[in-house]
């Protein structure tokens, strides 16, 4: 996985669409503004998302925070890991703390979403 081909969300989520399916996590940068991940709730397959939806919630010693997903479509797989390795969201969150991966119906929204040198010069917004 290379991030610097992911698109990005102004809410910090990171999007690697391959054809119609889109894999979704947090950023590098939005695990280090949490801190310590203790706990990602993560929604069930066969949900439908729009664009802007709360997915789930991440919890850190410091805070719980909604998962906003940043593309409209239908959940086919849950990283389960996650449930007894919250910890992977710090550790790898582009490999191993993945959170949802969504059978995308809108693809046009991806034009939507900035490129990784937009994301990185963006000014960050907690």
């Known amino acids: 996985m290379d991030p610097s081909k992911f698109k990005y969300s102004k809410t910090h989520e990171w999007v690697?669409?391959?054809?119609?399916?889109?894999?979704?996590?947090?950023?590098?940068?939005?695990?280090?503004?949490?801190?310590e991940i203790v706990f990602v709730e993560l929604p069930e397959i066969g949900i439908s998302f729009s664009k802007g939806d709360a997915f789930g919630?991440?919890?850190?010693?410091?805070?719980?925070?909604?998962?906003?997903?940043?593309?409209?479509?239908?959940?086919?797989?849950?990283n389960a890991e996650l449930a007894e390795s919250p910890e992977f969201v710090n550790e790898s969150p582009y490999e191993k703390g993945w959170m949802i991966k969504l059978k995308m119906t809108k693809l046009a929204e991806l034009?939507?979403?900035?490129?990784?040198?937009?994301?990185e010069n963006a000014p960050k917004e907690h």
């Open 16 to 35: 690697n669409a391959e054809d119609d399916t889109a894999t979704i996590g947090i950023t590098e940068y939005a695990q280090s503004e949490l801190g």
């Open 57 to 78: 919630t991440i919890e850190s010693y410091k805070t719980v925070s909604d998962l906003i997903t940043p593309i409209s479509g239908e959940v086919v797989e849950i």
């Open 111 to 119: 034009d939507e979403l900035m490129t990784a040198q937009q994301y």
